[in-house]
């Protein structure tokens, strides 16, 4: 796409805005076709050179197991390739009629049309391979994060390279493409519960857009966008709307916890996923600069409110008495691994639903937490009943690189510091 883009973009001095349109749409044609072709492809090469015919029809998705001792008979594998050639013939003569279409006619829906291959399928919602790379760079920055890699060390940094038996880039993708399963049935599930964005929340998005766009220009905006894995300001766009609706439904969770939970919690501890967690705690804050009695005095302050907790006082009563956290919200913390002082990480994530952990201490003081369902095994609860809606191309995902995704993102935060000296000089 960015090199169709570029080349459209360097034609425009001699092309007319209808021709250019055009040549888009030829060029997206082209690449449509080519894409059939390597679909037909992909399915002869997976394809067993003999299979027997059955009233049921043939399925390229059944398993080499499966087709075992099966009878082979010649006429079946001609059919089967006679098939695909048939498929070919009227893939290219529904390409052909479609350029001589819009070689006399450009609908007016082109503006709108799609941008990207879509990749994954939630239901309704189709993820393509330009929206996970806002995703996909999202988990390069935590995997950064979590390495204490600079932005030095990710120029040519090798993604292919393996981690515990699997390669960076596949792990990274995957994680990408969960995160937006699990986005997009969060707001699956806010529609069918009558929440979305509001009226007035959509005009302030587009007013905060309109707002870059007129500080930037489209050119500087898109270029920005870039810095985020965003290739466009139509994905970024689409990308803004997703999140706030997203959060606006993840509040509304909080809020309204019966209309998305499952009655029976206790099946969400089925769905605790590794290195994440929703907890509660309560902690007695101890100064940086605190002398060793002083530190002590605040040990035996935890130590009795653990006790008063063992004897079967109310957590969250106790929470709202004594808790010096002062920025906990009443629902607790939702996180990830390298997002929390280690040692609260280490203990949350050793809990089980409703357990109540020893003292904790850490850089901040002593805590005692208490482990909850929250959004990441609700999400995990989500995915398991969408199940069967989930389509994922392998083959798709496959071809996205999480090199050039990098790549590309450090090339565009290249080009915003080199203007830095000329907007200040103005």
Request: with cysteine; glycine share 4%; hydrophobic share 35%.
């Amino acid at each position: 796409m960015d090199n169709e883009n570029k080349n459209l973009q360097e034609e425009e001095t001699t092309m007319t805005p209808e021709e250019k349109v055009q040549a888009d749409i030829s060029s997206k044609i082209a690449d449509a076709a080519a894409e059939i072709r390597d679909e037909i492809a992909e399915a002869n090469s997976d394809a067993p050179a003999e299979v027997e015919n059955t009233d049921e029809g043939f399925s390229f998705e059944e398993t080499d197991e499966a087709l075992e001792g099966t009878e082979v008979k010649e006429e079946t594998y001609i059919s089967l390739k006679q098939g695909t050639f048939v498929v070919s013939l009227i893939a290219a003569a529904l390409i052909g009629a479609l350029i001589t279409f819009f070689c006399f006619r450009i609908p007016a829906w082109v503006a709108n049309m799609p941008e990207g291959k879509t990749v994954v399928k939630v239901g309704d919602t189709k993820l393509t391979d330009l929206d996970l790379q806002y995703y996909i760079y999202s988990e390069i920055s935590k995997y950064a994060s979590n390495n204490n890699l600079s932005q030095d060390d990710l120029a040519g940094f090798d993604w292919d390279k393996v981690e515990n038996g699997e390669k960076i880039s596949d792990k990274i993708k995957q994680d990408a493409v969960n995160t937006a399963i699990d986005e997009a049935l969060i707001i699956q599930k806010g529609a069918e519960n009558g929440v979305t964005l509001s009226d007035d929340e959509k005009k302030t998005i587009d007013s905060q857009i309109a707002s870059i766009n007129a500080n930037y220009g489209e050119e500087g905006f898109a270029l920005r966008a870039r810095t985020m894995g965003i290739p466009s300001i139509k994905q970024y766009t689409k990308m803004y709307y997703n999140a706030m609706t997203s959060q606006t439904v993840q509040d509304d969770m909080l809020e309204n916890p019966d209309k998305y939970y499952p009655e029976d919690k206790s099946v969400l501890s089925d769905y605790m996923q590794e290195g994440k967690a929703s907890v509660k705690h309560i902690l007695i804050k101890v100064d940086n600069d605190a002398d060793e009695a002083t530190t002590e005095e605040k040990r035996a302050q935890a130590q009795s409110v653990l006790d008063r907790l063992n004897a079967g006082e109310d957590f969250d009563a106790l929470m709202a008495e004594l808790n010096e956290d002062t920025g906990e919200p009443a629902e607790g913390y939702t996180f990830s691994k390298g997002d929390m002082d280690i040692a609260f990480e280490e203990a949350s994530f050793a809990l089980k639903f409703d357990e109540i952990s020893d003292i904790v201490e850490s850089s901040y003081g002593f805590h005692i937490i208490k482990r909850i369902p929250g959004t990441y095994e609700l999400s995990g609860y989500m995915r398991a009943q969408a199940e069967k809606d989930i389509k994922i191309s392998k083959s798709k995902l496959a071809k996205i690189s999480v090199s050039d995704i990098m790549n590309d993102v450090l090339a565009a935060m290249d080009e915003v510091s080199a203007e830095q000296p000329a907007t200040a000089s103005k």
